[in-house]
């Protein structure tokens, strides 16, 4: 049975980081694209970033660049969305997703590619 369970949330101060954990059970990890959401309240959920079964990355909006990085470690069953220099605007709840197949959508992501979602974690930025 696939699970996902997202951990690591929490309420910083704008300019802090975050690392949060995506930990996969049910599925070789190894053989699939994961991605990271997020819905801020009020909002749809978007694509934040996706990491391929392979390894390469793409992060999708403009305002993560630079300061959100994922990785997978396959020994672990665990994808990480590293988030530097946060600001209020990424409040939101945070999803990590298993994709249907080994590679990211460029230049976009749909939320149908993914399968399976884990249940969210919360990150609040606010002073």
């Known amino acids: 049975q696939v699970h996902l369970v997202e951990s690591g949330g929490d309420l910083v101060q704008p300019g802090g980081s975050l690392r949060l954990s995506c930990l996969v059970s049910?599925?070789?990890?190894?053989?699939?694209?994961i991605g990271w959401f997020r819905q801020p309240p009020g909002k749809e959920r978007d694509a934040v970033s996706c990491?391929?079964?392979?390894?390469?990355?793409?992060s999708y909006p403009e305002s993560v660049k630079g300061r959100f990085s994922i990785s997978r470690d396959n020994a672990k069953n665990t994808v990480y969305l590293e988030m530097n220099n946060l600001n209020p605007e990424d409040t939101a709840v945070y999803y990590c997703a298993k994709s249907r197949g080994r590679l990211c959508d460029r230049p976009r992501t749909r939320k149908t590619q993914f399968d399976f979602w884990g249940q969210g974690t919360q990150v609040t930025v606010s002073s």
């Open positions: 049910g599925f070789r990890l190894q053989d699939y694209a």
């Open positions: 990491i391929s079964w392979s390894g390469d990355r793409i």
